[in-house]
Structure formats: structure tokens, C-alpha cells
């Protein structure tokens, strides 16, 4: 049986992507955390991945396929009923550049808005660490890019997910829901609708689950701001 090697399942917000998916679509893959920040954690992750990051999908022959997107491919070639990307070619296309867009971008909101889903902060905290009004502008500015690319996305679809059935691209946008509601970012009403969709899935809900019971704590990402 293939191997998910991922980040601690708080604040890996790569190696979630690819798990939630795996999780939601019951494919046969298990996972195994490997935690963060820790002194064997380099050593450990480069005895299977090349650029010695997670998330690294291990195969029962021993080959191994390294980041979240390329995972992605896999699936989609190994289990082409699974739904990783939509049939409509119009939607695939704007399902992967979707895709390619959270790979690439949102610099600024990955920085400072990091994932914790254990954590709750007050709304605004977070400006406190954000590094001065120009940090804050950007931040603001990618966050104003997510929700007009998933009200983008949700009206070319009519929904109920982002290229219409649940699919790899809401899988990769999952850990911003997750952020959003971490950092108390509110939503215009469409976006609040599509986060609380994926919030009501039942792998949003063994996810939390799971990053509760982790007792690893990285303090880089635990700031200190109001919490609610």
C-alpha cells in the first residue's frame, strides 16, 4: 500500500492538501506524520523525499512522488474515478490553474497567516505580527484574490464546491478555509457559504480532530496575540 509522508497534520498546510483529499475520496493510502522542527526531522524526511519536503507519497515499489501538486497528477492517473479533477475540460483547466495559483501565490498570506487549527485568534491579531502597513496591504490584497477566485470558480460551477463536486482544488484551498477561520478573517457571503460546505465534510471534521490530538507544538507558529 502507498505511504503518505506529511508535516504535522496542525500546521502542515502542503501535506494536508493531498491527505485531504486521499481521506475524503477513501482511497487505499495510509499517512505517517514525520514532525517538524525537530532535530531528526531533516534527516528523516530525506531518507524518502528529494527536496527533502512534505508531503512525499511513497509507492509499494519503493518509487516515490514529491510535492502536493505532482501527488495530485498520481491520483488522478492511478484513481481516475476518485474526482481529482472535474470531466469538463473548461473546469479542469480552470480547476488546475486554480491549483497553480495557490502553489505559486499568496506569498504574504502563507507568511504571517500560518496554518494553526488548533488556534483561534481574535479577528485582526494578526496584524500585530504582520511587519508594518505594507505587509498588511498584501495580506489583505491576497486575501481579497481568494475570495474573488472562488466566487470565480463557484459561478462558472454553480457549485456546491468550487468546480462543482468536491474535487483536488478544493482540497488545496482547504487549509485557507482553515486560516480564515483561525485568524477571524470574515468572508462575503458566498465564500462564508463555500467555507462553511467544506467545514460540514466529515474529512474537515477528522482533520481537526487529529490536529488536536497532536501534542507536538512549534513555537514559531504559535504567536503571541489575542486569542478568542
Same mark, same amino acid.
Given at each position: 500500500?502507498?505511504?503518505?509522508?506529511?508535516?504535522? !497534520?496542525?500546521?502542515?498546510?502542503?501535506?494536508?492538501?493531498?491527505?485531504?483529499?486521499?481521506?475524503?475520496?477513501?482511497?487505499?493510502?495510509?499517512?505517517?506524520? #514525520?514532525?517538524?522542527?525537530?532535530?531528526?526531522?531533516?534527516?528523516?524526511?530525506?531518507?524518502?523525499?528529494?527536496?527533502?519536503?512534505?508531503?512525499?507519497?511513497? +509507492?509499494?515499489?519503493?518509487?516515490?512522488?514529491?510535492?502536493?501538486?505532482?501527488?495530485?497528477?498520481?491520483?488522478?492517473?492511478?484513481?481516475?474515478?476518485?474526482?481529482?479533477?472535474?470531466?469538463?475540460?473548461?473546469? $479542469? $483547466?480552470?480547476?488546475?490553474?486554480?491549483?497553480?495559483?495557490?502553489?505559486?501565490?499568496?506569498?504574504?498570506?502563507?507568511?504571517?497567516?500560518?496554518?494553526? !487549527?488548533?488556534?483561534?485568534?481574535?479577528?485582526?491579531?494578526?496584524? !500585530? #505580527?504582520?511587519?508594518? !502597513?505594507?505587509?498588511?496591504?498584501?495580506?489583505?490584497?491576497? #486575501?481579497?484574490?481568494?475570495?474573488?477566485?472562488?466566487?470565480?470558480? +463557484?459561478?462558472?460551477?454553480?457549485? %456546491?464546491?468550487?468546480?462543482?463536486?468536491?474535487?483536488?482544488?478544493?482540497?488545496?484551498?482547504?487549509?485557507?478555509?482553515? $486560516?480564515?477561520?483561525?485568524?477571524?478573517?470574515?468572508? %462575503?457571503?458566498?465564500?462564508?457559504?463555500?467555507?462553511?460546505?467544506?467545514?460540514?465534510?466529515?474529512?474537515?471534521?477528522?482533520?481537526?480532530?487529529?490536529?488536536?490530538?497532536?501534542?507536538?507544538?512549534?513555537?514559531?507558529?504559535?504567536?503571541?496575540?489575542?486569542?478568542?
Amino acid at each position: 500500500m502507498a505511504l503518505l509522508l506529511m508535516g504535522n !497534520k496542525n500546521y502542515s498546510s502542503w501535506s494536508i492538501r493531498p491527505w485531504f483529499f486521499i481521506r475524503h475520496a477513501g482511497l487505499a493510502i495510509e499517512d505517517k506524520v #514525520i514532525p517538524l522542527d525537530e532535530v531528526a526531522t531533516s534527516a528523516e524526511i530525506g531518507r524518502f523525499s528529494p527536496s527533502k519536503r512534505v508531503p512525499v507519497l511513497v +509507492l509499494p515499489e519503493g518509487d516515490v512522488v514529491w510535492d502536493s501538486l505532482a501527488i495530485g497528477e498520481y491520483l488522478a492517473e492511478t484513481h481516475p474515478a476518485s474526482g481529482v479533477w472535474p470531466v469538463e475540460a473548461a473546469a $479542469r $483547466r480552470r480547476a488546475r490553474s486554480a491549483c497553480a495559483e495557490m502553489h505559486s501565490s499568496f506569498g504574504e498570506l502563507r507568511r504571517v497567516l500560518t496554518c494553526n !487549527k488548533r488556534a483561534r485568534y481574535a479577528p485582526d491579531a494578526w496584524r !500585530k #505580527i504582520a511587519g508594518g !502597513k505594507e505587509a498588511e496591504a498584501a495580506i489583505e490584497a491576497d #486575501i481579497d484574490r481568494v475570495h474573488a477566485l472562488w466566487k470565480m470558480l +463557484l459561478d462558472a460551477s454553480g457549485g %456546491p464546491f468550487l468546480c462543482g463536486a468536491f474535487g483536488y482544488v478544493d482540497a488545496f484551498f482547504v487549509p485557507v478555509v482553515s $486560516r480564515f477561520a483561525t485568524y477571524g478573517i470574515t468572508s %462575503p457571503a458566498d465564500a462564508q457559504a463555500y467555507r462553511a460546505r467544506v467545514e460540514a465534510l466529515p474529512t474537515y471534521t477528522r482533520w481537526e480532530e487529529e490536529a488536536v490530538a497532536e501534542t507536538w507544538s512549534i513555537e514559531k507558529y504559535e504567536y503571541d496575540i489575542a486569542r478568542r
